[in-house]
């Protein structure tokens, strides 16, 4: 079973940045999609960012211009770069990976803002 292990969370001041790496414990045909969705106390998880197997990202309106998600050539990690965090960014991040057989989580990092 793929495992997807996230790192590079933290606790960062407002307007700070942070990268979020996920690695996918072995290769891993028909990737459709990958992402990032985050979950905060008392909310639903919701989608950050994706990347589909062309390029194409999709962002939420709220980190449009502030994170750019990107993955390596052979599909083997997604990145999350986080710039001008704010305080409603604080959330447990997980990424995400999509095939035509089922999806793949990974069981999230802390992402902690301070205003």
């Known amino acids: 079973q793929v495992q997807l292990v996230e790192s590079g969370g933290g606790l960062v001041q407002a307007g700070g940045s942070l990268r979020l790496s996920c690695k996918v414990s072995?290769?891993?045909?028909?990737?459709?999609?990958m992402g990032w969705y985050r979950q905060a106390p008392g909310s639903q998880r919701a989608m950050v960012a994706t990347i589909r197997g062309g390029g194409t990202t999709d962002y939420a309106d709220s980190v449009k211009g502030r994170f750019t998600v990107s993955r390596d050539k052979a599909n083997t990690a997604v990145y999350l770069q986080m710039d001008s965090l704010k305080p409603e960014d604080t959330a447990v991040y997980h990424c995400?990976?999509?095939?035509?057989?089922?999806?793949?989580w990974g069981q999230g990092t802390q992402v902690t803002v301070s205003s």
């Open positions: 072995t290769p891993t045909a028909g990737i459709t999609v």
């Open positions: 995400l990976i999509k095939t035509p057989w089922g999806d793949s």
